[in-house]
């Protein structure tokens, strides 16, 4: 069974304090992991795909990078528009359903 | 930019009621999803449709559930007989290929009296 744990639960940062999300997974065989940015009362809004180890995505001050066991989420100079809840999800080879992790909520102070 | 949209965006009924939650994919996307999120928990699978059938489904969505895509751009989740534990946000996503990313609705918050 695919399984997901993102770390760590909560996170506050001072605007311009950069700082790292994990996700760490297990899975019969991986055909992509997925970062959502969540806002509270919202759905999910997709951020990055990564497809196998050693790929790296940015945007903005986001980077998403991927090991074979984990994914990491920089936040480089983060503003506070960055608040929210970041999700991370994992699609395996069999099945066709995203699972998801319990997500980092991240607070950028001013 | 398109996007899938879900109605009503609040649905409040009684223990025992039948809901019927809709959502309008992407045009063009051939894969479709429920999800829900229980406050303050994980996003959790539903089910997937695919070429007018289930092609997956959790454990949650158990013969209380259905799904149906009555016409070329509606997609719906009918829960029969609602319980206070389907409480939750429940979400729609649409997706191009079985390969790329999902794109998710606003979300149809259910609350069960």
């Known amino acids: 069974e695919d399984q997901v744990t993102q770390s760590p639960e909560a996170l506050r940062l001072q605007e311009g304090e950069s700082s790292s999300l994990n996700c760490s997974y297990t899975v019969s065989g991986l055909r992509g992991l997925f970062w959502y940015r969540q806002d509270p009362g919202k759905g999910p809004e997709f951020l990055f795909t990564l497809y196998s180890a050693g790929e790296e995505k940015e945007k903005e001050r986001l980077k998403a990078t991927l090991t074979k066991k984990e994914s990491f989420l920089h936040i480089t100079a983060p503003k506070p528009e960055d608040s929210a809840t970041y999700l991370c999800?994992?699609?395996?080879?069999?099945?066709?359903?995203?699972?998801f992790g319990p997500g980092t909520r991240l607070s950028v102070l001013p | 930019e398109p996007e899938v949209t879900q109605t009503p965006s609040h649905q409040v009924t009684q223990m025992g009621q039948e809901v019927i939650l809709r959502c309008v994919p992407i045009?063009?996307?051939?894969?479709f999803y429920w999800y829900r999120q229980i406050l303050g928990q994980k996003v959790e699978f539903l089910v997937s449709f695919y070429n007018n059938e289930i092609s997956e489904k959790s454990e949650i969505f158990d013969d209380q559930f259905s799904v149906e895509r009555p016409d070329g751009s509606n997609f719906t989740l009918k829960i029969r007989s609602t319980k206070l534990e389907d409480s939750a946000m429940y979400f729609c996503?649409?997706?191009?290929?079985?390969?790329?990313?999902?794109?998710f609705g606003s979300g149809t918050q259910l609350s069960v009296l």
């Open positions: 996503a649409s997706g191009r290929s079985a390969n790329e990313k999902l794109f």
């Open positions: 999800a994992v699609r395996d080879n069999y099945g066709q359903n995203f699972v």
């Open positions: 045009s063009n996307h051939l894969y």
